[in-house]
């Protein structure tokens, strides 16, 4: 997951307006960036708004990372965290992938303490999303970064999606 280009793609493909208002039936907001609004107010962090679901030009970026319809991309290992709304939206998650970009996501689900502190020290973490929500059922998974001390999460938060 080193490539910016990979990350945005698959950032595009997902339909968060669709997974919060249908899928979780409209009780939680959509994330619209990598931060939780609230730090604005409390911590003077400037929020950045993300991208929104826009398919076709996550086909683009993609291809242009080398991967036209996902062909030649290894799969990509999901990690969540236990609870049937996480599965149910990882199972989303899944099926957005493979729909609009060709990827192939394999589920997996642990609990939040092997998320937080393991995912991101193992050698498949270059080929891992880590989804671990604090407030269960949120769409906003920035909260990983509310819960956890490991460095590495926050690099990975200032360098960029």
């Known amino acids: ?11 595009l493909a997902i339909d968060k307006e669709r997974l919060a208002l249908h899928v979780l039936k409209g009780g939680q907001p959509v994330a619209t960036n990598a931060v ?25 970026l993609l291809a242009q990372a080398g991967y036209p319809r ?8 999901f990690i969540f965290n236990t609870g049937e709304g996480h599965r149910v939206i990882a199972e989303y998650v899944q099926r957005n992938l493979q729909e609009n970009l060709g990827i192939r996501m394999i589920p997996r689900q642990h609990g939040v303490g092997y998320a937080a502190e393991n995912a991101f020290g193992r ?29 590495k999460l926050f690099r990975i938060s200032e360098s960029g999606v």
Request: hydrophobic share 35%; with cysteine.
């Open 1 to 11: 997951m080193d490539n910016p280009l990979i990350r945005r793609a698959i950032n």
């Open 36 to 60: 939780p609004d609230l730090f604005e107010k409390s911590h003077g962090y400037k929020i950045l708004r993300g991208e929104t679901f826009d398919p076709q030009k996550a086909k683009e």
């Open 70 to 77: 996902g062909i030649g991309l290894p799969p990509i290992e």
């Open 123 to 151: 050698a498949v973490c270059d080929r891992a999303i880590v989804m671990v929500w604090r407030l269960s059922g949120s769409t906003d998974i920035s909260r990983i970064f509310e819960s956890s001390s490991n460095p």
